[in-house]
């Protein structure tokens, strides 16, 4: 069973940074993993992924601020968040995909809150 536990959330003033960990349990091999966040009132987005091989990919809002990296031998990946904006304020959680038996299936954490004061 794969389990996705999330870090590093809390409460920053605008401007400042935060690094957010997500650590992966049940997985063999290490995985495409994305964080995404969902803002007050709005849907989950996708911010940033990191594939297997090390290629990241983020969404524009946070191109230049965010950088995602992964470290394989401690089965984590990170989230550095820099220049935070209050429009960052939202439940961060990571997510990866998986083989279950025959089946492809989409692995979520809780999540962590981040909250970035004006």
């Known amino acids: 069973q794969v389990q996705l536990v999330e870090s590093g959330g809390g409460l920053v003033q605008a401007g400042g940074s935060l690094r957010l960990s997500c650590e992966a349990f049940g997985l063999f091999t290490p995985n495409d993993m994305s964080w995404y966040r969902q803002g007050p009132g709005k849907q989950r987005e996708l911010v940033a992924t990191?594939?297997?091989?090390?290629?990241?990919t983020y969404m524009d809002p946070v191109k230049g601020r965010f950088t995602i990296s992964r470290n394989n031998a401690k089965s984590t990946v990170y989230l550095q968040m820099n220049s935070l904006k209050p429009e960052d304020t939202g439940l961060y959680s990571c997510?990866?995909?998986?083989?279950?038996?025959?089946?492809?299936?989409?692995?979520w954490g809780q999540g962590t809150q981040e909250t970035v004061s004006s």
């Open positions: 990191i594939t297997s091989g090390g290629t990241t």
């Open positions: 997510g990866t995909k998986a083989m279950r038996g025959p089946d492809l299936m989409d692995y």
